[in-house]
C-alpha cells in the first residue's frame, strides 16, 4: 500500500508518524513543498494550487490515498480537490471537537496559520459546535511555522522568544487547553504547553486524521488504544527545495522517535 503525505515542510512529518503507528507496513512518500513554504502567509488561490500539484504528483506515483498533513493546505484546497479525486484524500484541522469535550470548562487557545484562522473551514467547523465560538481563542502566529521549519542552530531559541512574545499574552488563567492547528507546532508541543509556567494540555489532529485514514482504505481498527511506533518505516521524501538537507532533516526527527527510514 502507497500513502502520498504532504506539506509545505517538516510539519507533516508529526502526521506521517501518525499514520505509521496504524500503517506500519505501508509504503509512504512524503512530499513537502519546500519551495513555496511557509503557506500561512500565502493566498488561498496559490496553496490552492500548490495543493493540487502536489496531488497531480502523488498519482502519477500511484499512491492508495493522498494525506494532507497542513491544516492550512486544507483549508485552501480539500473541497476544491476532493471534487475530482481519484483516490481518499484525508484533511486535517484543528482538534477543537476533541479539546471542547475533554475540556468542558473555560478556554481553549487554538494556535493556527493565518490562513486557517481567516478560513471559511475554521468558521464552519466553529459554527457547527455548540459553545465553540465563545469558547474557543483562535490567535494566528504568523512566522512561527519558518521558525521551526528552519532547525537551525539557535531555531528553539527564537521559537521560544517568539511564544512569550505572541502566544503567551493570550494564555490567560481561564485556558484549559491549548489546541495546535498547524501540523509544524506539533514540533514544540513541549514548550507551548509549558508556556504559561502551568502546565497546559495540548492537542493536534494527528491520531484522527490517521484513524480516518484506515477507514477510509478499509483497514479495521483494532482498538481505541494508539498502537505504538513502528522501529523502521519505508519512506520517500520528495522536497521542492533544499531537498538533500531537508531529506536528513526528516529522518533525524523520525530517529529521535526511534524510526529508522529506508527509501525504495
Ligand atoms: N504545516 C502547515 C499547517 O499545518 C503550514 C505551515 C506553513 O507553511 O505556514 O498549517
Redesign the pocket.
Same mark, same amino acid.
Given at each position: 500500500m502507497r500513502i502520498g503525505v504532504f506539506? &509545505?515542510?517538516i510539519?507533516?512529518l508529526s502526521t506521517l508518524i501518525a499514520c505509521l503507528r496504524y500503517l506500519p507496513e505501508a509504503h509512504f512518500l512524503f512530499y513537502g513543498d519546500t519551495a513555496h &513554504?511557509?503557506?500561512?502567509d500565502k493566498s488561498p488561490e496559490q496553496v490552492r494550487q500548490w495543493t493540487e500539484a502536489a496531488y497531480e504528483w502523488f498519482i502519477q506515483a500511484e499512491v492508495d490515498a493522498v494525506v494532507l498533513a497542513?491544516?492550512?493546505a486544507t483549508s485552501a484546497a480539500v473541497s476544491p480537490i476532493r471534487e475530482y479525486a481519484d483516490v481518499p484524500v484525508i484533511g486535517i484541522e484543528p482538534a477543537i471537537k476533541k479539546a471542547l469535550t475533554l475540556y468542558p470548562e473555560g478556554k481553549i487557545l487554538l494556535l493556527?496559520?493565518t490562513m *486557517?484562522v481567516a478560513g471559511a473551514k475554521l468558521e464552519q467547523l466553529l459554527a457547527q459546535l455548540p459553545d465553540a465560538r465563545q469558547r474557543v481563542m483562535p490567535l494566528a502566529c504568523p512566522g512561527l511555522?519558518e521558525r521551526i521549519e528552519s532547525q537551525g542552530a539557535d531555531w528553539q531559541q527564537q521559537v521560544r522568544q517568539y511564544l512569550h512574545r505572541q502566544v503567551l499574552p493570550a494564555c490567560t488563567a481561564d485556558i484549559q487547553a491549548i489546541v495546535l492547528g498547524? *501540523?509544524?507546532y506539533c514540533w514544540i508541543r513541549d514548550l507551548s504547553s509549558g508556556l504559561a509556567g502551568r502546565a497546559i494540555p495540548t492537542l493536534d489532529g494527528n491520531d484522527g486524521v490517521a484513524r480516518q485514514l484506515c477507514r477510509r482504505l478499509d483497514i479495521p481498527l483494532q482498538t481505541d488504544v494508539c498502537p505504538e511506533l513502528p522501529g523502521a518505516a519505508s519512506i520517500d521524501f520528495h522536497f521542492t527545495a533544499e531537498a538533500a538537507a531537508k531529506t536528513q532533516v526528516a529522518r533525524q526527527l523520525l530517529a529521535a522517535h526511534g524510526i529508522r527510514t529506508q527509501s525504495s
Amino acid at each position: 500500500m502507497r500513502i502520498g503525505v504532504f506539506d &509545505s515542510g517538516i510539519g507533516g512529518l508529526s502526521t506521517l508518524i501518525a499514520c505509521l503507528r496504524y500503517l506500519p507496513e505501508a509504503h509512504f512518500l512524503f512530499y513537502g513543498d519546500t519551495a513555496h &513554504s511557509p503557506y500561512g502567509d500565502k493566498s488561498p488561490e496559490q496553496v490552492r494550487q500548490w495543493t493540487e500539484a502536489a496531488y497531480e504528483w502523488f498519482i502519477q506515483a500511484e499512491v492508495d490515498a493522498v494525506v494532507l498533513a497542513c491544516n492550512t493546505a486544507t483549508s485552501a484546497a480539500v473541497s476544491p480537490i476532493r471534487e475530482y479525486a481519484d483516490v481518499p484524500v484525508i484533511g486535517i484541522e484543528p482538534a477543537i471537537k476533541k479539546a471542547l469535550t475533554l475540556y468542558p470548562e473555560g478556554k481553549i487557545l487554538l494556535l493556527a496559520t493565518t490562513m *486557517t484562522v481567516a478560513g471559511a473551514k475554521l468558521e464552519q467547523l466553529l459554527a457547527q459546535l455548540p459553545d465553540a465560538r465563545q469558547r474557543v481563542m483562535p490567535l494566528a502566529c504568523p512566522g512561527l511555522a519558518e521558525r521551526i521549519e528552519s532547525q537551525g542552530a539557535d531555531w528553539q531559541q527564537q521559537v521560544r522568544q517568539y511564544l512569550h512574545r505572541q502566544v503567551l499574552p493570550a494564555c490567560t488563567a481561564d485556558i484549559q487547553a491549548i489546541v495546535l492547528g498547524c *501540523t509544524h507546532y506539533c514540533w514544540i508541543r513541549d514548550l507551548s504547553s509549558g508556556l504559561a509556567g502551568r502546565a497546559i494540555p495540548t492537542l493536534d489532529g494527528n491520531d484522527g486524521v490517521a484513524r480516518q485514514l484506515c477507514r477510509r482504505l478499509d483497514i479495521p481498527l483494532q482498538t481505541d488504544v494508539c498502537p505504538e511506533l513502528p522501529g523502521a518505516a519505508s519512506i520517500d521524501f520528495h522536497f521542492t527545495a533544499e531537498a538533500a538537507a531537508k531529506t536528513q532533516v526528516a529522518r533525524q526527527l523520525l530517529a529521535a522517535h526511534g524510526i529508522r527510514t529506508q527509501s525504495s
